[in-house]
């Protein structure tokens, strides 16, 4: 019976679990002007940027995100960011990044500002004010 309940709070526990599968794009982002910059320089940033703060767990160039978490454990980590860079082809103008960050593996405390941060972070990489 006693390895039976550990068996259901161990399932209950992994459920409760955030991953970083449930990071989302934000309906606004912050637009950073970067002229005549590709989209493969802007996606190389961000991923730069994403690696110095936290561990990549995803990136997707084809639909322009990339995912970390505060630990190389892919089951337990405090924090999770995602960011999300639109078009996802070469713009003249500049592009559209959004970032969302969650809390993982029972960690409720607060979360750190990753939009700020890695937003400052993603300009100051890219020359954009």
């Known amino acids: 019976?006693?390895?039976?309940?550990?068996?259901?709070?161990?399932?209950?526990?992994?459920?409760?679990?955030?991953?970083?599968?449930n990071l989302r794009p934000q309906e606004a982002g912050i637009w950073i002007p970067v002229r005549n910059t590709s989209y493969d320089t802007v996606f190389e940033a961000a991923n730069k940027?994403?690696?110095?703060?936290?561990?990549?767990?995803?990136?997707?160039?084809?639909?322009g995100s990339v995912k970390g978490v505060t630990s190389?454990?892919?089951?337990?980590?405090k924090e999770g960011a995602g960011i999300y860079v639109w078009p996802t082809i070469s713009n003249e103008y500049g592009y559209l990044v959004?970032?969302?960050?969650?809390?993982?593996?029972?960690?409720?405390?607060?979360?750190?500002?990753?939009?700020?941060?890695?937003?400052?972070?993603?300009?100051?990489?890219?020359?954009?004010?």
């Not at 690696?51 to 084809?62: F, N, P, S, Y």
């Not at 959004?98 to 607060?110: C, K, N, Q, R, T």
């Open 49 to 63: 940027v994403m690696a110095q703060h936290l561990h990549i767990v995803e990136a997707d160039k084809e639909s």
């Open 98 to 129: 959004s970032v969302d960050s969650i809390a993982g593996g029972l960690y409720y405390e607060p979360l750190q500002d990753w939009h700020k941060t890695i937003i400052e972070d993603l300009k100051r990489e890219l020359g954009a004010s």
């Open 72 to 77: 190389g454990n892919a089951y337990f980590w």
């Open 1 to 21: 019976m006693r390895n039976f309940l550990t068996l259901v709070a161990v399932a209950f526990m992994a459920t409760a679990c955030s991953t970083a599968d």
